[in-house]
């Protein structure tokens, strides 16, 4: 399964956060492992892993989530 491992924008935060990502990727096609923030950093730097095998554009899901950085893609 493809999946993709990104730096996302901080957001609302917290569980709010989480389901708007959520939301983003199942709109997408897609199913959330895992978004939160970094421990331990100051401001906080949040991630999203995402299995990315029913997404059609990517590159759209990642638009609507909002980035801080390229995706690292594992398969």
């Known amino acids: ?4 491992w990104r730096p996302i924008k ?3 935060g ?3 956060r989480v ?3 959520t939301d983003a990727v199942e709109a997408a096609g897609g ?3 895992f ?3 970094e ?5 906080q730097r949040w991630y999203a892993f995402v299995d990315v095998a029913g997404v059609n554009n990517t590159d759209a899901m ?6 801080n950085g390229p995706a690292k893609k594992f398969s």
Request: no cysteine.
């Open 10 to 12: 901080q957001g609302s």
């Open 19 to 21: 389901n708007e990502v």
């Open 31 to 33: 199913s959330l492992l």
């Open 62 to 67: 990642w638009n609507n989530i909002g980035t």
């Open 14 to 16: 917290g569980a709010t």
């Open 1 to 4: 399964m493809p999946h993709h």
């Open 35 to 37: 978004a939160g923030p």
């Open 39 to 43: 421990q331990n950093t100051n401001p």
